[in-house]
């Protein structure tokens, strides 16, 4: 098994580095060459190939995963650890090939959020579910139902796998791949969420900010996150619109805003014919 550390120049100051397994005898440089030009590189990227020794990977994974503590009593395990605290309210997690692992500070800020807002009976919203973290965690917190969704099966098999790992009551999450022609992958009988949380990037949370929003109800409670500090202005002004009593949260450069859906939006058509009945 070899090791690569893969050193890429995206422009100005800013460094990334990846690393990746590959099998012994793998054309390394040809993979990485194949890599870059999908992304666009015009240049081949640095990197250095160090030989490891063969090991149990599966123990090897597992012990990278520890429970962690995300808000005071709110606690992320993995499914082969035990819950540090027996009597915390313990979300239970396969950290397999979906986001959401509790490690990834959107995925805290999310979470934290949730812990703040979510009250006993609320309908939620997972916009982009990956693991189904947000969504099983708030059902553990008291709420009666979730929906998730997401534009990757795989994302949907691993949030209905963690549901089982937490012996959640039958149908309280329901997850739905999001379709390929850009339809609402909501099923219309799923309306008035009480909560949205939505932990994605930032062009799909600026572009559908009006589908996100739209499923809450007027009066509920809109999260997202999936943001860089510096594109909170962008966030906030896109969100605006649709909330009010906006709230930023922080963690190690990444930002959840959050606030209330308004009870009324002024739609575009709406705002001309305003102006036209002034002028």
Known sequence: MERVM????????????????????????????????????????LYEVEELEDCDWVLEVESQFKPVEVSQGLWIVPKWSQPPDAKALNVIIDPGLAFGTGEHPTTR????????????????????????????????????????????????????????????????????????????????????????????????????VGRITGYCKPGGLVGVSGILVEQVPQVKEAYSKYLEGIAVSYDNGWACVSGRKKRFVQTTAETTDSQELHS
Do not use: R
């Not at 800013?14 to 005898?25: E, N, W, Y």
């Not at 209905?160 to 009551?169: C, D, Q, V």
């Open 109 to 208: 800020l999310c979470l934290q959020w949730l812990h703040h807002v979510v009250s006993p009976g609320d309908k939620i919203l997972d916009y982009g579910t990956g693991s189904g973290i947000l969504s099983i965690a708030a059902l553990k917190m008291g709420a009666a139902h979730a929906v998730g969704v997401d534009i990757d099966p795989v994302a949907i098999s691993s949030a209905e796998y963690n549901a089982s790992l937490n012996n959640l009551k039958p149908d309280t999450l329901q997850v739905y791949v999001a379709p390929a022609d850009g339809d609402d992958p909501v099923p219309k009988e799923f309306t008035d969420f009480d909560v949205v949380a939505a932990n994605i990037l930032l062009n799909p949370l600026v572009e559908l």
């Open 6 to 45: 893969l050193s890429c120049f995206l422009g100005g100051p800013c460094k990334s580095t990846i690393t990746a397994l590959f099998a012994a005898g793998d054309d390394v440089g040809e993979a990485l060459a194949m890599a870059a030009n999908s992304v666009g590189l015009k240049e081949m990227p």
